[in-house]
């Protein structure tokens, strides 16, 4: 019960440091200046109805409210002077019909190529950046084998503003309650940045979780090591090392690794190869680098404390009466040393795995990797001004993340070691 209480506790307290940050971002964002609607050219007229959606004409705190819980907007079709529908047309004056992504025998989605694979960007040039493939689509027929206009639809958000006699559809349009972020104005102009950070998140998991299965095993070693030889010479050369790996930025030996692996020995490439996907071996390979330069500091951070924690647990005196019993050093340490030593590692652990979505800002832009790490640095990059959008998508999220690996973390010490009660007086 003290758990329970513990736990909706905590949970409360997330979600009102999550609001107040992310309130805090939104409204100092808003006093920054945007960019003119007229430089956007041709996707003026988009940019001008997501920005009325989200209320820029309005005062700060009904577009909070906006953003947050979206607005009720009023969708009717256009008509001509004879009152038909219009049907729409595309930037090079082609009709446009009702149409679908192609998907392949697996049911993924299938991308524009040239004749040697490479992916295509809507200017027809390749690109590495899975955000800018563009899907090859098929039209939808009806039941006649005929192929189904798209018409031209105006939406308002004032009723008053529709035509006299138009037939119109009430919907709830926007708000982060419906998965809607606003549209990206600068990075990827005109594209919905929720659907731009699914297709980059893959490939920041993948690269976490790679550099996670490689470090936290490898770390728990070294520090198991490093315990039972305290004080010789094999410690001494760990912990000598875990404390370089500590203290300098993991971009300094990212830079080292990248030196050495491409320039000096020609194993890996400079640079990640996402052509093939997320989870695609052409990927992995293209990163081992970048797994590599992840996963020093996380080594280094594992080895220290597991070797600080086994150190102490094996000087208590019920290791001594282990020992008297007739254990093995072994069977003490692996029975005994371990499981108690645990109690601080385990939720190590589980922050690490937690994180796993958090991309590596520095690592990620280093290698090219466009996951989500990368398209934050980008947005706040981005020129002539930065990519507001992205950036409060982006800020929410880490800002989620973090607390909510705190969160877990603290709970899991109740659940690992029945001695601690959270929340008990």
Not at 71 to 96: C, E, M, P, V
Request: aromatic letters at 14%; a neutral charge; hydrophobic letters at 45%.
């Amino acid at each position: 019960m003290y758990l329970l209480k513990y736990i909706l506790k905590r949970i409360g307290l997330m979600l009102l440091t999550f609001l107040v940050i992310f309130t805090m971002c939104f409204v100092f964002v808003k006093l920054l200046p945007n960019m003119p609607a007229e430089q956007f050219g041709k996707d003026m007229e988009l940019i001008l109805k997501r920005r009325e959606m989200l209320g820029y004409d309005k005062p700060i705190i009904e577009q909070y409210v906006y953003y947050l819980f979206g607005r009720t907007g009023y969708i009717y079709d256009k008509l001509d002077i004879n009152g038909n529908r219009i049907q729409s047309k595309d930037s090079q004056g082609n009709l446009l019909w009702e149409s679908r992504i192609v998907k392949d025998e697996h049911g993924n989605n299938v991308y524009k190529t040239d004749a040697d694979g490479n992916y295509l960007n809507a200017d027809g040039a390749i690109t590495k950046d899975p955000a800018l493939y563009v899907p090859v689509t098929e039209p939808i027929l009806d039941k006649d084998g005929n192929k189904i206009p798209v018409y031209e639809q105006e939406t308002v958000y004032d009723k008053s503003k529709i035509p006299e006699g138009v037939e119109y559809i009430r919907k709830g349009m926007g708000g982060i309650i419906r998965g809607y972020f606003g549209t990206s104005e600068v990075l990827y102009l005109g594209s919905d940045v929720w659907e731009i950070f699914a297709r980059k998140i893959p490939y920041t998991v993948a690269l976490n979780i790679y550099s996670i299965l490689l470090s936290i095993p490898l770390g728990i070693a070294l520090g198991i090591f490093a315990a039972l030889k305290k004080n010789k010479w094999q410690d001494h050369v760990i912990s000598t090392g875990v404390m370089i790996f500590v203290s300098v930025p993991s971009f300094i030996y990212a830079f080292l690794v990248q030196y050495i692996l491409y320039f000096k020995l020609g194993w890996t490439p400079p640079v990640a190869n996402a052509m093939g996907g997320a989870w695609s071996w052409t990927f992995f390979t293209s990163i081992i680098a970048a797994i590599l330069s992840m996963s020093f500091g996380t080594i280094a951070g594992f080895a220290r404390y597991t070797r600080a924690e086994l150190t102490e647990v094996l000087t208590n005196e019920y290791m001594l009466l282990a020992r008297t019993k007739g254990l093995t050093k072994a069977q003490a340490v692996v029975r005994h040393a371990l499981r108690n030593a645990m109690v601080v590692i385990f939720p190590m652990i589980l922050g690490e795995f937690i994180s796993i979505m958090s991309g590596s800002l520095i690592i990620e832009q280093m290698f090219s990797i466009p996951g989500v790490g990368e398209l934050y640095i980008k947005s706040i990059q981005a020129q002539p001004t930065p990519d507001y959008n992205f950036f409060m998508l982006l800020t929410g999220f880490y800002t989620l993340i973090g607390l909510s690996a705190g969160i877990i973390i603290d709970i899991s010490y109740g659940i690992i070691d029945p001695r601690i009660r959270m929340g008990a007086r």
